[in-house]
């Protein structure tokens, strides 16, 4: 592998389906094998999750699902630095989503403290998030048309130690640049490219060709600078990515 990880890049597993239902349904079906496979190995799988109108469909119908849930930790890829009641938070959206039905038995972890600053916080996140992230988790990402996963924004503050590929930090506190993508959500908690390392397995999920024509720059090469090309410095066995327009 390169230093930029091309190797990587290359031997990604990128899955496309015939529409965003194929997707959903296929989604549904990896998580719950992952989780299923996982509370048999493990005392305490967990799974981590993003927002987005994206996996919404996904955690619905997981929360129909039949799993061990009493044994599963919920966590968050990222979070908006905001309450619970504001619209933006993804802890809501989970929680509505996902922590009800059959799946209302599992525990879930806030990435969101009462500090009025995430920098200030991240200790806490940090201390709360250690034992959540480990080679028993299954994380499930997004994709914004800049590029950027999990919370890891362009020419963000806190972006750097937030991809450093020697870091064992689970989670860094993020400033975003004001664009259309981040709207008025500036300060956010994400899990760190280290975070992911540790995990068992990772899934990206992306829909419209706009986000599929960026993926394909980052895969070929020529968007280096987009946040997910750090992503795609993962091991090829452990990165799945799923597409549909």
């Known amino acids: 592998m390169d230093a930029n990880g091309g190797t990587n890049r290359r ?9 965003r239902a194929s997707l959903h349904e296929a989604a549904t079906q990896r998580i719950a094998g992952e989780l299923m496979e996982e509370a048999v190995r493990c005392d305490a799988p967990s799974l981590l999750l993003s927002g987005g109108s994206t996996p919404g469909p996904v955690y619905e119908a997981l929360s129909q699902t039949d799993l061990p849930w009493e044994k599963v930790t919920v966590g968050l890829v990222d979070e908006r630095w905001v309450d619970e009641g504001d619209s933006g938070s993804n802890a809501a959206l989970v929680k509505r989503t996902l922590l009800k039905n059959l799946a209302g038995d599992a525990k879930f ?12 916080g991240q200790a806490a996140v940090q201390s709360a998030y250690d034992d959540v992230v480990n080679e028993c988790s299954f994380a499930v990402l997004g994709m914004g048309t800049d590029g950027h996963v999990c919370s890891w924004f362009p020419d963000s503050k806190g972006l750097e130690a937030a991809v450093a590929p020697d870091s ?17 959500y500036l300060e956010r908690m994400t899990l760190t490219l280290g975070a992911l390392k540790r995990c068992k397995s990772v899934l990206l999920l992306i829909t419209g060709e706009a986000k599929k024509s960026v993926l394909d720059k980052a895969l070929n090469g020529s968007g280096m600078d987009l946040p997910v090309s750090h992503l795609l410095s993962l091991p090829s066995d452990k990165l799945t990515i799923f597409y549909a327009p």
């Open 11 to 19: 031997m990604t597993k990128v899955i496309s389906f015939k529409d």
């Open 168 to 184: 064992d930090m689970p989670v860094q506190a993020i400033e975003a640049q004001r664009t259309e993508v981040t709207g008025s």
């Open 109 to 120: 972890v806030p990435m969101k403290t009462e500090h009025d600053d995430p920098f200030v």
